[in-house]
């Protein structure tokens, strides 16, 4: 097949953005350094790469964002991936409407919102890709699109699991390198 990658408007060389860079990253693929500090390095590539490799496989986004604002994709961040690192969580202003302070989401009858906020883990997604598949309005998608409703097999959940969780960590310190996401076992499968 061929590939055409396209959109390098704001890409730069080295460990470090240029004086004046502001990140423009689509609101579900922003790492959480990007977010509350507005520094950006390699590790953020990391982040954004997982949240691409889940959209790619899954068919939808890993932080659905369903009015697009941030508090909306960082109460999924959350719900998913569990409390933010302290100096972040407490610039996470409206956490209180969705959380308590541990990061667990409130019962649903004290939630002040509209779109309430559940418990879930990256397992639970993988596992739940395709089981809300809308079939296609012409009867295909065409020759590269899995037909609706392929779910992803035991092995797959694992090993993709195990991957995206440690490449999503909020601390761009602790997730894992480029060449330790080349070489995981899920690119082998």
């Not at 610039?91 to 667990?104: K, P, S």
């Not at 999503?168 to 995981?184: G, N, T």
Request: aromatic share 10%; glycine share 8%; with cysteine.
């Amino acid at each position: 097949e061929n590939i055409l990658l396209i959109d390098f408007g704001q890409s730069f060389r080295g460990p470090q953005p240029p004086e004046g860079y502001h990140p423009a990253t689509a609101p579900h693929y922003q790492p959480p350094e990007s977010r509350f500090d507005g520094r950006i390095n390699m590790s953020s590539d990391i982040w954004a790469l997982a949240c691409t490799i889940f959209q790619i496989r899954a068919g939808f986004p890993l932080f659905e964002s369903f009015f697009g604002t941030d508090d909306d994709v960082l109460k999924e961040m959350v719900a998913t991936l569990g409390k933010l690192p302290e100096t972040w969580w407490h610039l996470f202003e409206n956490r209180h409407l969705w959380f308590d302070e541990d990061g667990n989401p409130k019962p649903q009858e004290l939630q002040e919102t509209l779109v309430l906020v559940e418990k879930t883990s990256i397992k639970q997604k993988l596992v739940g890709i395709g089981s809300q598949d809308v079939p296609p309005e012409n009867g295909t998608d065409g020759p590269m699109i899995e037909r609706t409703g392929t779910r992803l097999g035991d092995i797959e959940i694992e090993l993709l699991g195990d991957l995206l969780g440690k490449m999503l960590r909020y601390r761009p310190e602790d997730r894992i390198s480029i060449r330790e996401v080349a070489s995981h076992p899920w690119f082998s499968l």
